[in-house]
Nanobody, 130 residues
């Protein structure tokens, strides 16, 4: 069981930066046993993979969508049970509701699939506009 609480979404100008935070409360299993991901969804679109970090117990490898490579970075602070998404050089197409997600037992080939994640945060709005 994992509860996820997101924060940090805001209005930002193109080229700006935003850091999202996701605080996880895990019971029955250590936070290190979960893979975590960030997804986003813009109006009229399907939920899109952004970034993920495989559980520390499974090696901790990090994955990014091609559209955000070099601009976004995901990081974890296991001591604080917190996941971050640092977003730099933001573009209008990055505007979306961003969701934090967690899951266990996710195989490598499915790490980018929203359906692989069991627990989801409420979402936080990021708007990139001048």
């Amino acid at each position: 069981q994992v509860q996820l609480v997101e924060s940090g979404g805001e209005l930002v100008q193109p080229g700006g930066s935003v850091r999202l935070s996701c605080i996880a409360s895990a019971s029955g299993r250590s936070f290190s046993a979960y893979s975590v991901g960030w997804f986003r969804q813009a109006p009229g679109t399907e939920r899109e993979f952004v970034a993920a970090a495989r559980s520390r117990d499974s090696g901790g490898r990090i994955y990014y969508a091609d559209s955000v490579k070099g601009r976004f970075s995901i990081s974890k602070d296991n001591a604080k049970n917190t996941v971050y998404l640092q977003m730099n050089d933001l573009k209008p197409d990055d505007s979306a509701i961003y969701y934090c997600a967690a899951g266990s037992g996710i195989i490598l080939s499915q790490i980018r699939s929203a359906g692989s994640y069991t627990y989801w945060g409420q979402g936080t709005q990021v708007t990139v506009s001048s």
